[in-house]
C-alpha cells in the first residue's frame, strides 16, 4: 500500500498490484449478495477500487482495473449459471464454464467503463472517490438494468440489511446504491488522504447525508396494516424438463393437486399460489379435467388459485401468462408477462438459427401488457410479477399508477435450471421490491426458496429445497404509496444530471485554464 501512495507516484510494480488487487476484491464483493449477505466486505471491496482507480495512471489503466474487478465480481457471483449450460443446455462442464466466463467478460464492461469515465475527469485528491465514482457506477447500472435487461447483482441489493436500505422506499435500489458507494468513497478517499476543504466537507456531507439519511428514513415504516390472509404457497418440486409425455404431465398435476387440497391449519385459505411450469404444456392440448385442475382445487377449498400457464390467443402466438382461477369455477388468464428472457422466451433479431439449433420450446412468445384494471384475488389488489420480472422495479411500479393501488406482491417462479445459489440471490432481489414499495411480498417458486416477505424486506418465512406447502398468515397493505412508488427513478435521475453538469462544467473549466497558461 505504501507504494502506491508514497509521493502519489507509481513505482514499476505498482500497476501490477492494482490489478492484482481489483481482481481480488471483485471477487470479495459477491459476499453481500445471497446467500452470504455480508455488506462489509463489499463496501470495503468498493472502496479499494476506487482507491486503485484514484491511483491509476490513465484512462486506460482504469479500465482495465474495473475490468478485472467486474471479470471476478460476475464470474463468482453468476458462477449458478454454469449449471443450466452444462446440464440442461447440453454444453457440458468446459464450455459451460466459457460460456460463464465470456459472459463475466461482456458484463465487466459495465465496471469498466464507469470505471474509465470517473478517471478521464481531473479532480482533486479524493473527490474521484467521494463523487464521481459513485454516480459514474450507478449510471452504469441503471443502463445495465433498464437498456441491457440485466439487473442481476446491482450493488444495492447487498446493503439491504443495513439502514441504508432505508432509501430504497424513497429512490429505490439505486439510489440505495449511491448510498452506500458515497460511504465506501469516503473509506477510499480518506485512506488516500483528502487534500483541500472543500473535498473534506464533500465527503463529510455526501457520507453524512447517505448514512444519517438511510437511518432517518428507516424510521418511516411506509406501511399501512390492512386485512389478514391465510394463504398457501404450493412448491411441488416438480422435475425439470423441455417436454412432457401425457402420463408425466398427469403426475405432475397429481402431485400439485394433492398438496393443494391438503387441509389448511386455519378454518379457510384465501389464496393458493402455484409456481411456474406446473403447466408444461399448452392448456388447450390437454385433457378438460388437467386444464380445469386449478378450478377445481378452487372450488374445493372455497378460494382463489393464482398459476402459470401458457396462452395461446391465436396460431403460433404464446404469453406466458398468470391466470386466475375461482370458487365460481371460471378460470382465465389475468397476466401475461411483460419482461421476457432472451432465448429463453423470445429470439433476439439474427438468432433464429440458435435457438433452432439448440432446440428451445416456447423461444419465441409475445410481450405482455400491464392490464388495465387493478388484478384482484380475494379481494385484494395484487402486483404479480413471473420470474426475472422481480429485476425491475421501475416495471413494477406501473401498478402503482392505477386508482387502486396494490396491497400485495405475488412473484411466481421456477429457478430449477440454476440452483440454490440463484434462488437465494432471486429472493434477495425480491425482498428490495418489497422493501422499494413497502408491500409484503409472497414468492412462489418450484424447487426451493418459496418465501414469504414482509414490507421491510425481511424474509418472514422460507421454504427450503423440496416438495412441500407453505400456510401463512400475511397482513396485506391497505394500499401503500412510497415515493418510489410514486416516483420511481426520476427524483435520482435528476440529482445524476445535476452532479454529471457540475463535474463537466469543472471539467471544461479546468481545460480551458490549462490552455490559456500555455
Not at 441503471?142 to 429512490?171: C, E, K, N, S
Request: with cysteine; proline share 5%.
Amino acid at each position: 500500500m505504501e507504494a502506491l501512495k508514497a509521493g502519489g507516484k507509481f513505482s514499476a510494480a505498482a500497476p501490477f498490484v492494482c490489478a492484482a488487487a481489483c481482481a481480488l476484491s471483485g471477487a470479495v464483493a459477491v459476499l453481500g449478495f445471497a446467500p452470504f449477505n455480508w455488506w462489509l466486505p463489499t463496501l470495503v471491496a468498493f472502496a479499494a477500487l476506487f482507491f486503485c482507480i484514484e491511483k491509476s495512471a490513465g484512462v486506460k489503466e482504469a479500465f482495465l482495473d474495473g475490468w478485472l474487478w467486474g471479470l471476478a465480481f460476475f464470474t463468482l457471483g453468476l458462477s449458478w449459471t454454469h449449471r443450466s449450460m452444462a446440464v440442461f443446455g447440453g454444453f457440458g462442464d468446459v464450455l459451460a464454464a466459457a460460456g460463464v466466463f465470456l459472459m463475466a467478460a461482456v458484463l465487466a464492461l459495465t465496471a469498466a467503463v464507469p470505471c474509465a469515465a470517473a478517471r478521464f475527469f481531473k479532480a482533486p485528491q479524493g473527490l474521484r472517490s467521494l463523487l464521481y465514482l459513485p454516480v459514474c457506477w450507478v449510471l452504469s447500472e441503471i443502463i445495465r438494468t433498464d437498456v441491457f435487461g440485466f439487473g442481476w447483482l446491482t450493488a444495492g441489493y447487498a446493503f439491504l440489511p443495513t439502514p441504508l436500505a432505508g432509501w430504497a422506499p424513497a429512490g429505490g435500489v439505486f439510489l440505495t446504491a449511491l448510498a452506500a458507494l458515497f460511504a465506501a468513497g469516503l473509506v477510499a478517499a480518506t485512506t488516500l488522504g483528502m487534500k483541500g476543504v472543500a473535498v473534506k466537507t464533500a465527503g463529510a456531507l455526501l457520507a453524512g447525508v447517505a448514512v444519517a439519511g438511510g437511518f432517518g428514513l428507516e424510521g418511516i415504516s411506509w406501511f399501512t396494516p390492512g386485512k389478514t390472509l391465510d394463504v398457501r404457497l404450493v412448491q411441488p418440486d416438480l422435475p425439470i424438463v423441455m417436454r412432457v409425455t401425457a402420463s408425466e404431465q398427469t403426475s405432475r398435476l397429481e402431485r400439485v393437486k394433492a398438496m393443494s387440497l391438503a387441509s389448511p391449519l386455519g378454518s379457510k385459505l384465501d389464496l393458493i399460489l402455484w409456481p411456474e411450469s406446473v403447466y408444461a404444456a399448452l392448456l388447450n392440448r390437454l385433457k378438460t379435467e388437467e386444464a380445469l385442475l386449478p378450478a377445481l382445487v378452487a372450488r374445493a377449498q372455497k378460494t382463489t388459485v393464482l398459476f402459470n400457464a401458457f396462452e395461446e390467443p391465436a396460431r403460433g402466438v404464446y404469453f406466458n401468462s398468470l391466470w386466475a382461477a375461482d370458487e365460481a369455477g371460471s378460470e382465465a388468464p389475468v397476466y401475461a408477462k411483460r419482461h421476457l428472457v432472451p432465448f429463453g422466451e423470445y429470439v433476439p433479431f439474427g438468432f433464429r438459427w440458435f435457438v433452432d439449433a439448440m432446440g428451445i420450446p416456447m423461444a419465441d412468445q409475445r410481450h405482455g401488457l400491464v392490464p388495465e384494471e387493478a388484478l384482484k384475488a380475494s379481494g385484494i389488489v395484487y402486483a404479480p410479477a413471473v420470474c426475472y420480472e422481480n429485476n425491475f422495479g421501475g416495471e413494477l411500479r406501473a401498478f402503482w399508477q392505477k386508482r387502486e393501488v396494490p396491497q400485495l406482491i405475488v412473484v411466481t417462479a421456477n429457478l430449477g435450471w440454476f440452483g440454490d445459489w440463484a434462488a437465494a440471490q432471486f429472493t434477495q432481489i425480491s425482498a428490495m421490491r418489497a422493501r422499494e414499495f413497502a408491500t409484503p411480498l409472497l414468492q412462489v417458486v418450484n424447487n426451493g426458496s418459496s418465501a414469504v416477505i414482509d414490507f421491510r424486506g425481511r424474509l418472514e418465512r422460507r421454504a427450503g429445497p423440496g416438495a412441500q406447502s407453505l400456510d401463512a398468515l400475511v397482513t396485506v397493505s391497505r394500499g401503500s404509496v412510497t415515493p418510489y412508488a410514486r416516483f420511481g427513478d426520476l427524483p435520482l435521475a435528476v440529482l445524476l444530471t445535476l452532479i454529471l453538469a457540475v463535474i463537466a462544467f469543472c471539467h471544461l473549466r479546468r481545460k480551458r485554464r490549462e490552455s490559456a497558461l500555455r
